[in-house]
């Protein structure tokens, strides 16, 4: 059992996270940009995430990790501008997409690996071993 002070920050913090989340998912959008759409599923011995990434290049796409929280960003131009005829339908997404989520677990962070086939970007990240639980000696003063 632990003992956790109230902080009305860290409650403003989850608010704020909580909100963002919810907008992200009924807009499709995160911070104003495109959200990567992501599955993340959590094996034995690592963290696995697959983005959607259809028409980006491997050189396009930007993945960081820091502190337990994943980042994606990509960034598609379009090839040429045709100039002529007429546009009768263009619905292919030119733009910045963006999309940052917390790990469920933790991870280490050097080893992480990223691929992208057809599409989806696949993140491999390997599980680090959970600190040990450290019992706190309490001073008396006097």
């Known amino acids: 059992m632990s003992i956790t002070g109230w902080s009305p920050?860290?409650?403003?913090?989850?608010?704020?996270?909580?909100?963002?989340?919810?907008?992200?998912?009924?807009?499709?959008?995160e911070g104003g940009m495109l959200a990567v759409p992501l599955d993340?599923?959590?094996?034995?011995d690592s963290i696995i995430v697959r983005a959607s990434m259809p028409g980006f290049k491997p050189e396009d796409i930007a993945v960081e990790i820091s502190r337990?929280?994943?980042?994606?960003?990509?960034?598609?131009?379009?090839?040429?501008?045709?100039?002529?005829?007429t546009w009768h339908l263009k619905e292919r997404r030119v733009g910045t997409v963006y999309r940052a989520v917390t790990l469920p677990a933790p991870v280490k962070e050097d080893q992480a690996q990223?691929?992208?086939?057809?599409?989806?970007?696949?993140?491999?990240?390997?599980?680090?071993?959970?600190?040990p639980q450290r019992r706190i000696p309490i001073q008396v003063r006097s």
């Open 114 to 131: 990223a691929s992208l086939e057809h599409g989806v970007l696949e993140i491999r990240l390997p599980k680090a071993e959970p600190a």
């Open 68 to 85: 337990g929280v994943l980042t994606i960003r990509g960034e598609s131009r379009e090839e040429r501008e045709e100039t002529g005829g």
């Open 9 to 29: 920050l860290r409650e403003l913090e989850t608010l704020r996270e909580r909100l963002d989340r919810l907008v992200s998912e009924l807009t499709g959008r």
């Open 40 to 44: 993340v599923q959590e094996t034995a």
